[in-house]
């Protein structure tokens, strides 16, 4: 076996073996998810786990005109990826959520703060102004989260 072949049986170990811990040992190296693999997940995100391949397949492959195909390889790169951790029940495979949608949501904000607004929150607010004026409430809404902030 060549030395490239043993390092890609590793890692495909290592993936292996991190799909098969339990939800709470899972650990989440958070990346950016691509679309689809981001509609895959909100899809996860809105049942209560477990979920099967059955139920995302009906509540989004035949929405989106995907094969089954399709939808398991979009599963499984989330689970080696961390994202979902994956049981087998019978014939049927259920899928749980290893992060919080909040987190995510929390993460690809802080990456576009970040990458856009040079991690400035005033610049951030001014954006989404632009050459709108903000209302009274929300100048209230604004007013009242900054001292909420101070008081912290």
């Not at 290592?14 to 997940?41: D, G, H, W």
């Not at 970040?114 to 610049?123: D, G, I, M, T």
């Not at 007013?143 to 912290?152: A, Y």
Request: hydrophobic share 30%; glycine share 4%; proline share 3%.
């Amino acid at each position: 076996m060549k030395q490239e072949d043993i390092k890609e049986d590793s890692k495909m170990n290592n993936n292996i073996r991190q799909s098969e811990k339990s939800p709470a040992e899972t650990s989440v190296s958070l990346t950016k998810l691509p679309e689809t693999e981001f509609e895959v997940m909100s899809a996860v995100w809105k049942n209560t786990p477990p979920i099967t391949t059955a139920m995302l397949m009906n509540q989004l492959g035949n929405e989106k005109g995907w094969k089954l195909q399709t939808l398991i390889t979009l599963l499984n790169r989330l689970t080696e990826r961390g994202f979902l951790h994956s049981e087998k029940t019978g014939k049927e495979r259920t899928y749980y959520p290893c992060i919080k949608q909040e987190d995510y949501i929390q993460y690809e904000t802080n990456l576009f703060v970040e990458r856009y607004h040079a991690n400035s929150l005033f610049q951030l607010v001014s954006a989404f102004t632009g050459n709108n004026k903000l209302s009274k409430a929300e100048i209230d809404e604004l007013n009242t989260w900054l001292k909420n902030q101070e008081e912290e």
